[in-house]
């Protein structure tokens, strides 16, 4: 497309990066078919192509207002756009650049910059969310729906502890995250169970933390650099005495730290160091998959009763990640039978803090996707992110797990 | 290049708001300039018109109160479904309303014994297809950009794909449309049955590029599965043995399920996306589909082989299993906007030749690329002479847009020339207005304008798209010289 960026932006690192993706979008619209909120809504400027457009008018220098802000608010940042569009438009990377360029020029309503400060400040520290999600479980039936739905019914996944000792030359580190420890513990207990069978010692880094995403799309692009900068202080010794790699379990965590080094690429103290870390990060079904002929023979050791599951891809794993069919191939090798799911590639409507920030666009997809996750009537859903397992659940009686629970319980 | 229409009202833009306002929700008008941009052009960026107003309904009636306000207002109203057009059909009209049909998307019912199925017209084509599939059946005309095309912007422009070869264009699987017309009235057009009692006006709709009426409902016809489709790709170390390729395996008496062929830069613009595993080295693939029971598959693909290892194929590879036939014709769907990895922008051209003349195309398309110092990636759907050539410009460099346009032009007249026409499926909208000029006489077209008048008296619905007032035939003509293209008999 033909572009004319304004001064403010053309020559800064943001605006030639925009300028190439811009560039790239040749108007085709093939993506607009794959967008969730386009296939909701109906609306050019819902769909990734009007985005784009909104965007590059304002990179331009037309004026903006909240209609702008509305419209990309909207967006869920799933990326389905980018596995969809042929010509390679890196759409996120737009998207975070006209976010940020957008905040500082249209300002929010006070009770939309109190809901958003809660959340950045609060979700990210699990000194602070874990409480609040015992808090939460007392005064649930005060909250407002929204909230309320957040907030885990009962005490989180039973866990069966880490592993009593693991002590194997081969070592990986393991991201705790922000909100998982809270609310799904089970899932880095299981992880380290399962990796300990196969000869792998699993640790985390206690002074990591957030891994960044959840302020990097609340407005705040800089506190989270800080977030990033801090988890690759806490990894670096580690990675230095050779950790082999550096473990998600979240794909919405798996996806960010992917791009550390992207992120980084302008901090001459931490540019080198976060692109050693991106390069070392891997979600856990790739290190099952690279482990598949030591973890096989063990899933046949014993007869588990029939198993009928449906796999929720998180948009994280496969449009970020674009991580396809690994997951699936490890559930069936574990003897679970997949039910077959419509529209796979749409978004659930977690998308980190979005089911908070748009209820009805997020409920509506909620509801989308748990009516295709069931109609190959399952036993229960797995997914591979704790965003969207605590979202799904909240709308589910069927439980909603990590998959990386159901493989280790069948070891 | 913003695009003045030639045709002008004078509307009153509060007046227009304020009906408009008053049939819709608020969310549903869209007026303010930040709001428009977004809506200004189509699938062919270099023209662009900033619209009034952008509604977008969701039910008949509004559809029909908004004709009626338009009408009433002498307001210039522009259909669009997806926008992926790539003639600016669905380019708004600056004094006038653009009217989505986006949220028009319900299947309303299939019905698997008729083998027909209606929908809105906002659906998407693919998605006809796939609801159809629990049953066996699809929808058969396959743009390339069925993932996001709509049914309303298909039947607008009689649009075709890799299997209209064999299955026909949209025409000739549409049964019955819904519309309104500029006035606000419902009309139909065909009939559940496959003909109709009196004057078959369905082929009128069908092409009509949104000038004749606003399409609400299609029944559509669907087609039975093959049980079995396999698909050759067969390369060529030269562009133009792939074009006679072409016509011998026509001449052999073989109709494909598709015939398609991309030459190296398009399949280089591709592969990245697909990673379908093609040829890399090779200068033009085909891909030549069969289809069928197996038996009668494996007996064509065994003729296609040989055609094509006689018209000078150097390798042949056949898809083995259904996963891959689809990866094969993955890259040539995505060919267009893959291109877009190696150009900021294109141009793609759409004119149908004879098949036999394929060849000499091709090799004029050469010589142009070099007098116009423009590259082109060439994407035929070859078995019907149907071609793309994708002309490669930066928008941002002054003057590539005009060598481009003139590029395309040279083209376009050339396929005049061979016996060929202006447009095989991506309609004529604005980018080709002038060029009618190009292909039919000054008779034919005054006989447009009063098909076009029957239906618009006021010239309303999609002004200065599809067919040129008489005055841009003269000066075409005048400027380019009627005698340099002399359009061959037809009928
Ligand atoms: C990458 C790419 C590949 C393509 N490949 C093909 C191909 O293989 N074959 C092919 O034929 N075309 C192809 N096209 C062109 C385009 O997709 C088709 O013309 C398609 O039918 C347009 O549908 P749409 O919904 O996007 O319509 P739009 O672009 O929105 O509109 C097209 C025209 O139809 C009118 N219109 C739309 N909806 C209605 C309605 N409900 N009532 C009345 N008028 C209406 C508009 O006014 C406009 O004139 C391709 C386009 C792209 C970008
Ligand atoms: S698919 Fe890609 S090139 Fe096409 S409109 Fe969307 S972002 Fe642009
Ligand atoms: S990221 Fe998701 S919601 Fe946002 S534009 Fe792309 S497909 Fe749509």
Known sequence: MQTNLADFIKDTPDGREADAILRTCVHCGFCTATCPTYQLLGDELDGPRGRIYLIKQMLEGKPVTEKTQLHLDRCLTCRSCE?????????????????????????????????????????????????????????????????????????????RGWPEKSNHPRRMLVLAGCVQPGLAPNTNAATARLLDRIGITLFEAPEAGCCGALRFHLDAQEQALDDMRRNIDAWWPHVEQGVEAIVMTASGCGAHVKEYGLLLKDDPAYAAKAERIAALTLDISEVLAAEAEKLKPLLVTRQHPPLKLAFHSPCTLQHGQKIKGVVEELLQAAGVELTPVPDPHLCCGSAGTYSILQPALSKQLRDNKLAALNSGAPAAIVTANIGCQTHLQAGSAKPVRHWVEIIEERL | MAFANDVRFPVDRREILGRLQAILPRHLVLAEEEELRPYECDGLTAYRALPLIVVLPETETQVGAILKACHELKVPLVPRGAATGLSGGAMPHEDGVVLSLARFKKILKIDPLSRTAVVQPGVRNLAVSEAAAPYGLYYAPDPSSQIACTIGGNVAENSGGVHCLKYGLTVHNVLKVRGFTINGEAVEFGAEALDAAGLDLLAIINGSEGLLAVITEVTVKLTPKPELAQVVLAYFDDVQKAGNAVADVIAAGIIPGGLEMMDKPATHAVEPYVKAGYDLDAEAVLLCESDGTPVEVAEEIERMKAVLEKSGATSLVVSQNEAERLRFWAGRKAAFPAVGRITPDYLCMDGTIPRKRLAEMLEAIADLSVKYGLRCANVFHAGDGNLHPLIMYDANQPGELERATAFGSEILELSVKLGGTITGEHGVGVEKVDLMAAQFTPAEISAFHRLKAAFDEKGLLNPGKGIPTLARCREYTQTRGAAAVTPPPRF
């Open chain 1, 83 to 159: 596995t969809t569009c042929p010509s390679g438009v890196k759409y996120h990377r737009l998207l975070d650049i006209g976010r940020k360029v957008l905040n500082e020029r249209v300002p929010r309503p006070l009770a939309q910059r109190l809901v958003r400060t809660a959340l950045k400040e609060a979700l990210p520290r699990p000194w602070i969310f874990r409480p609040a999600v015992a808090a939460g479980q007392l005064v649930r039936p005060l909250l407002p729906q929204v909230l309320s739905d957040k907030v885990p019914t009962s005490a989180p996944g039973q866990s």
